[in-house]
Antibody
């Protein structure tokens, strides 16, 4: 049973960089059909897809966030990570990592989520 | 201002059948699979439906999905108190080259 766990600072300063890691256990990130994704949810609001990465390094990013985003993967450590630069209060959210199974099987496994607050 | 449009709320009494709609366009729902997620209060979302109408293992057959043109629906029959949650639709959007979500529908079991 694969499990995902987000980790990282819960508080980021405005204009700073948000950095999160998702650790995958119970399965390998190195699978052709899996895309490893980040999704966020501002308090009291809906879900927003941030981006995804395949173990071969190919990425898809939300076009509205793309210029501030970096998603990377470390197959040797079975982890993938998210960096968002120049954060503002609009980036405050619960950040989830999830597994996207292709083709067409959706985000079938999610982490519990981690709250990131943006404040000085 | 979500790309996919859902009603903000829905309600029903135990045992009733409720449906939640999701409207998009030819770039997303019209040309791609629709997914549904259930988010119970204080928890991560859970995959409820994939490829428009397929249930993952463990999802009861009280839940069903359908798609027609640029719209999709999630139906819940035999409504139960534990179905009270937020429901989100999602699809790939060819124009945006990314996943999009609906704004979510809060289902209340009266």
């Amino acid at each position: 049973q694969v499990q995902l766990q987000e980790s990282g600072p819960g508080l980021v300063k405005p204009s700073g960089t948000l950095s999160l890691i998702c650790t995958v256990s119970g399965g390998s990130v190195s699978h052709d059909n899996y895309y490893w994704s980040w999704i966020r949810q501002p308090p009291g609001k809906g879900l927003e897809w941030i981006g995804s990465i395949h173990y071969n390094g190919s990425t898809d990013y939300n076009t509205s966030l793309k210029r501030r985003l970096t998603i990377s993967i470390d197959t040797s450590k079975n982890k993938f990570s998210l960096k968002v630069t120049s954060v503002t209060s609009a980036d405050a959210a619960v950040y989830y990592c999830a597994r996207d199974v292709n083709p067409g099987s959706g985000f079938d496994c999610w982490g519990q989520g981690t709250l990131v607050t943006v404040s000085s | 201002q979500s790309v996919l449009t859902q009603p903000p709320s829905a309600s029903g009494t135990p045992g009733q059948r409720v449906t939640i709609s999701c409207s998009g366009n030819s770039s997303n729902i019209g040309n791609n699979y629709v997914y549904w997620y259930q988010q119970l209060p204080g928890t991560a979302p859970k995959l409820l439906m994939y490829r428009n109408n397929q249930r993952p293992s463990g999802i009861p057959d009280r839940f069903s999905g359908s798609k027609s043109g640029t719209s999709a629906s999630l139906a819940i029959s035999g409504l139960r108190s534990e179905d009270e949650a937020d429901y989100y639709c999602s699809a790939w959007d060819d124009s945006l080259s990314g996943r999009v979500f609906g704004g979510g529908t809060k289902l209340t079991v009266l």
